[in-house]
DNA sequence: ACATGACCCTGTGAGC
DNA sequence: TGCTCACAGGGTCATG
């Protein structure tokens, strides 16, 4: 679900309840999600502070004390509830790890799909921590999206354009919304060969990506189905989309630059849904 | 090395 | 009302 907008806007909502504090219980009421939990993620969460909280690509990222990083991914469902201390405790389904810190705020991970991961490492080896090693372009980082790196991180693949952006061995972050999104304003066909993508157009999608993503933060991420904040806001960039979901309807771009009416259409890549305007995203 | 498809799981909404 | 089906924001394997 949670693309790197609404996952930003989940771990800034975390940690002014986490950073600096002690985790005094820790309930795990399950032994997995995608993968098993740690043996020992209780006893290792439960009394130790944490030190700052932070993102890369999906993952939310916690240092603590005495040198371990918890791990958090998201999934497709992953959800973060904090309740406030003293507030009512809701019943809710799927809550599959709880926390409560020494000021007695209660954060609970919630996912229905399980298609998340919680996990522990090292904090010194971050580098060579298998999730993280691998990973592509951070879009959001100062320098560190340029047509350059992008031309590298694409390659000679041949693989359609929109596979390649989702793929966070390139590049971080995006997901099937926001590579949706990019390629729209770059009026980039998404089955392109990734590796012939023109110079101009990799300019375009450099400055685009951190574009989109940047009002998607600020908007709070984008609310499909039940995503929330961790005040239980709905994000707001849904109603900013320009093609995804909107199979049938008129292209945006097309009747603001007079051309020629055309439809969104949605075609399957790879088995995911791709929405693209056939006439302004050219081949 | 690379690309594709199956798979992990539950929930929801559309259509009958 | 209740059923079946398609589909959903992601990542990892096995296979070719």
Known sequence: ??????????????????????????????????????????????????????????????????GWTLLIHLGMSGRIFIDPPGHPIEERRHEHVVMITDEHTRLALVDPRRFGMVDLFRTEEAAHYPPLASLGIEPLDDG???????????GKSLTPIKNALLDQ??????????VCEALFRASIHPARPATQLTNKERERLCMIIPEILHEAIK?????????????????????????YGREGEECIFCAQHHKKTALIMRITQSGRSTFFCPQHQRK
């Open 1 to 66: 679900m949670p693309e790197l907008p609404e996952v930003e806007t989940i771990m800034q909502g975390m940690r002014p309840a986490l950073e600096q504090r002690f985790l005094q219980k820790v309930q795990v009421n399950r032994p997995d999600l995608r993968r098993p939990f740690p043996a020992h993620l209780k006893e290792t969460l439960t009394q130790r502070r944490i030190i700052k909280l932070y993102r890369r690509a999906k993952y939310i990222l916690a240092d603590l004390e005495g």
């Open 219 to 243: 908007a709070g991420g984008s609310t499909l189905r039940d995503y929330v904040t961790t005040d239980g806001e709905k994000g707001t960039f849904q109603t900013m989309h320009q093609v």
């Open 169 to 178: 061995k390139r590049i971080v972050g995006l997901g099937n919304i926001y």
């Open 144 to 154: 560190a999206l340029t047509p350059e790196h992008l031309k590298h991180a694409l």
